[in-house]
């Protein structure tokens, strides 16, 4: 599959968050806010992968990802504000095109083809993906979740976020384990000391050493990570009320909003591990668009309605 690497990129200039401190010692560094559309980490993701795309002179981008996908919803704003022409593979049934992701994806201009779940399964192999580029000549391919070297690569600069802290302990959703990846690369490029917690939003998450360790050149940026594989509340895109309490209990403390899927498990894990006489940081990685999805199936368990 395509990547930076591939090409020589222009790494484009990356915005701004905000870092607020919810109480003492206890921090949220607001990804979410980076754009009222490509939320969180996916704008770091994407810009850098549009910038590869132009790079190889492609005129679009294919991607992957599920009937409620952050990266899906991501990806078709992004394109429609670059102008990119965007195409979503989208594991399952044609009959989930209306959800309110896939709907809104599809207003934005995003195509919409639907694989089957043996096909998606292909969505890895590189036989498969060659083929599907000579389908798509045209078409510069991202992997699901945006997890690529350039993904990797915009990812870096959330550690730039980070800088005025020293000696702190950092929490965060993984998916792919790519925006880890790429916040343990800008660490040490700015040589900030930081414990990071990569807790696994899936079931079975022990696989995500391997993935994000493709992308951590040094053994002691392989070694600065623990991997929490414990707070997945039953897998991915699955919950539990425990789960939904905590979210609401946040939220009416702290008046910033999570979903069930990410980064409401992120923050769950560092307020039960959080050292009170230490700094902690949850990064908070967006995906709120998947909230609209999440009521429309389970009903008005949510606080507050955004
Ligand atoms: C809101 C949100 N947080 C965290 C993640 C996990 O990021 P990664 O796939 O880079 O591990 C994702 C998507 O994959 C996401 O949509």
């Not at 990569?198 to 696989?207: H, I, M, N, P, Y």
């Amino acid at each position: 599959m395509s990547g930076a690497m591939d090409h020589l990129i222009a790494l484009p200039d990356m915005p701004q968050s905000r870092l607020q401190e919810v109480e003492r010692h206890l921090y949220v560094l607001r990804e979410d806010e980076l754009h009222p559309l490509v939320s969180g980490n996916k704008y770091r993701k994407l810009l850098p992968n549009i910038a590869a795309m132009r790079a190889a002179r492609k005129q679009g981008i294919l991607t992957f990802g599920g009937a409620f996908s952050n990266h899906i919803f991501s990806t078709a704003a992004a394109g429609m504000l670059e102008k990119v022409p965007t195409l979503g593979f989208i594991r399952g049934e044609e009959s989930s095109a209306d959800n309110p992701t896939l709907g809104k994806a599809a207003a934005m201009g995003m195509k919409l083809q639907f694989l089957d779940r043996t096909t998606y399964r292909m969505r890895y192999d590189s036989e498969w993906l060659a083929q599907l580029q000579s389908q798509y000549p045209d078409y510069y391919l991202v992997p699901e979740g945006g997890g690529n070297e350039a993904g990797v690569l915009g990812c870096e600069s959330i550690a730039d976020q980070l800088i005025s802290l020293d000696d702190f302990d950092i929490y965060l959703a993984a998916g792919t384990g790519s925006t880890a990846a790429g916040i343990i690369r800008g660490l040490h490029k700015n040589k900030t000391k930081a414990s990071i917690y990569v807790v696994a939003a899936l079931k079975g998450g022990d696989f995500l050493r391997d993935e994000m360790d493709q992308y951590l050149p040094d053994a002691d940026m392989r070694s600065s990570y623990e991997l929490l594989t414990d707070y997945h509340f039953g897998g991915y895109a699955k919950w539990k009320p425990e789960l939904i309490t905590f979210m609401n209990d946040w939220y009416k403390k702290t008046q910033i909003p999570l979903e069930p899927i990410y980064t409401a498990k992120a923050a769950y894990a560092m307020m039960q591990l959080r050292k009170p006489h230490r700094k902690s940081v949850l990064i908070h990685t967006g995906g709120l668009q998947g909230l609209a999805g999440f009521r429309e199936r389970f009903g008005e368990l949510l606080r507050p309605k955004v």
